[in-house]
């Protein structure tokens, strides 16, 4: 953590930042936030992105890469929050089968089906998105088997079970922010280096019980390439960034929350979003990034090498 004194225009700088978080989702007009269905490379998805009258440049895209056997839907509230800072967020159910268990496992190459997906859907006629996608940015957001699925995209390795169809990373792969992710191997021999290429965030529930606090704190040390960043979530859990606490189909975390769903949520894509922002060029994003943001937000603490 980085202690910095909050004052009074740190304080309207957090404020600001949490206005821009929409309250209501439809795709009726310019005004309203876009939120459709769709399907990428075969697999069910949905979109989320701002409202066209919100945003004047292109919008990067946010791919979600869900944890296992947690359905799409589940990151409605999360995906919208994040899509509120400036994304299109699109978030795939992807079933494949690994170790003989069919399931929602994905896989590194729905990176490339995404940006396929975003080419395609920048100039479909009908699109709610037409000539409003930066087809040429991609990031990545995961939860937990799709954080560990993204982090090893971001080294460049084809690494099962994570790699079940050839894929490589793609160039438009700009930076990645991941919850309730590690890579440390079973029995805890320690976490093996995370040569990344691209700037890297994870963002971990002090209250997880299914990934750990300190195999979060263990891959933040073994990620190679800053920037990097650890954001710590007083209270929450492994499902933080669901919308209930029981997602169907999922493990479920022995280790109970302690703050409101909606307060993990919040953070979760504060900082996720904020991180991206930053890595993609926004100025004023990393400055209450690496400035103010740890000082003036009571959900978390902080640590970060620029």
């Known amino acids: 953590m980085r202690p910095i004194r909050a004052t009074t225009a740190a304080a309207a700088a957090f404020a600001l930042v949490t206005s821009v978080l929409p309250t209501s989702w439809a795709a009726a007009d310019e ?3 876009v939120a459709f269905a769709t399907t990428v490379n075969g697999d069910p998805a949905d979109v989320y992105a701002p409202a066209a009258s919100d945003v004047s440049a292109a919008l990067p895209v946010a791919l979600l890469l869900q944890g296992a056997n947690v359905g799409r839907s589940a990151y409605s509230a999360y995906a919208r929050a994040v899509a509120g800072y400036g994304f299109v967020v699109v978030v795939p159910d992807h079933r494949r089968t690994i170790y003989g268990q069919s399931g929602l496992f994905p896989e590194e190459a729905q990176a490339s089906w995404t ?3 975003a080419r395609d859907e920048d100039t479909r ?3 709610p998105l037409k000539g409003r996608i930066d087809t040429g940015s991609l990031v990545l957001l995961g939860h937990s088997f799709g954080g560990a699925a993204g982090l090893a995209l971001t080294t460049g390795a084809c690494a099962p079970p994570f790699c079940a169809t050839p894929a490589v990373k793609p160039a438009e792969l700009k930076g ?4 309730g992710t590690n890579n440390s191997p079973p029995g805890g021999s320690g976490n093996p280096p995370v040569p990344n290429t691209v700037p890297v965030a994870l963002v971990q529930g002090t209250a997880d019980g299914i990934a750990a606090p300190a195999a979060a704190q263990g891959t933040y040390e073994a990620i190679q390439a800053p920037p990097k960043m650890l954001v710590s979530v007083t209270g929450a859990n492994h499902y933080g960034i669901t919308d209930t606490q029981a997602p169907a189909g999922a493990a479920p975390d022995p280790s109970a929350q302690t703050v409101p769903q909606e ?6 894509a504060r900082w996720s979003a904020m991180f991206l922002r930053t890595v993609l060029g926004d100025v004023w994003s990393g400055v209450w990034l690496w400035g103010v943001g740890d000082a003036v937000d009571p959900a978390v603490t902080v640590r970060y090498v620029r």
């Open 31 to 33: 005004d309203s936030p």
């Open 115 to 117: 940006l396929s997906w």
């Open 125 to 127: 006629a009908a699109s």
């Open 176 to 179: 990645a922010a991941f919850f």
């Open 263 to 268: 307060t993990g949520i919040r953070a979760s």
